[in-house]
């Protein structure tokens, strides 16, 4: 277990090539990442609380993103959980903030949206 680095953006997506995009954009932009290729994986990897916030694929094995943000949620853990998908419904999208999401983007994004939604979300001053 890889201890979860203070003020990290938690990349979860099953999909090698969407998360490794995402990491390169996030690290380009100066942030530190640390990625999961699922939610299992995120929750049995150590201590969240530090982090600055989580980006999940909503499409999952196992636990789906919405599912992840309701067991981070019932833990008593509260890092702002992005959520996205290429799986789009006004239902989903419903759903998602109904849970909490901090923000709900649908696949492709641009990589400003990205960005923009960790820099509303996350508490000033968590990321560099």
Same mark, same amino acid.
Not at 16 to 27: E, H, P, Y
Not at 56 to 64: A, E, N, V
Not at 92 to 97: G, K, P
Not at 108 to 118: N, Q, S, V, W
């Given at each position: 277990?890889?201890?979860?680095?203070? $003020? @990290?953006?938690? /990349?979860v997506? &099953?999909d090698?090539?969407?998360?490794?995009?995402?990491?390169? !954009? =996030?690290?380009a932009a100066?942030?530190?990442?640390?990625?999961f290729?699922?939610a299992?994986?995120?929750?049995?990897?150590?201590?969240?609380? $530090? @982090?600055?916030? /989580?980006v999940? &694929?909503?499409?999952?094995?196992?636990?789906?993103g919405?599912e !992840? =943000?309701t067991?981070?949620r019932?833990?008593?853990?509260?890092?702002?959980v992005?959520?996205?998908?290429?799986?789009d419904?006004?239902e989903?999208? @419903?759903?998602?903030?109904r849970?909490g999401a901090?923000?709900?983007?649908?696949k492709?994004?641009?990589?400003?949206?990205?960005?923009?939604?960790?820099d509303?979300?996350?508490?000033p001053?968590t990321l560099?």
């Open positions: 277990m890889t201890p979860i680095p203070t $003020g @990290a953006v938690l /990349v997506d &099953d090698d090539s969407m998360r490794q995009a995402i990491q390169r !954009l =996030l690290n100066g942030l530190k990442t640390q990625t290729a699922s299992e994986a995120l929750l049995d990897g150590g201590p969240v609380a $530090g @982090a600055a916030c /989580v999940s &694929d909503f499409k999952l094995p196992g636990l789906s919405l !992840l =943000l067991e981070l019932r833990r008593g853990r509260w890092p702002p992005i959520v996205v998908t290429a799986h419904t006004p989903l999208r @419903a759903e998602a903030m849970r901090s923000a709900y983007l649908s492709p994004f641009h990589g400003k949206d990205l960005l923009e939604a960790i509303a979300a996350v508490d001053g560099p």
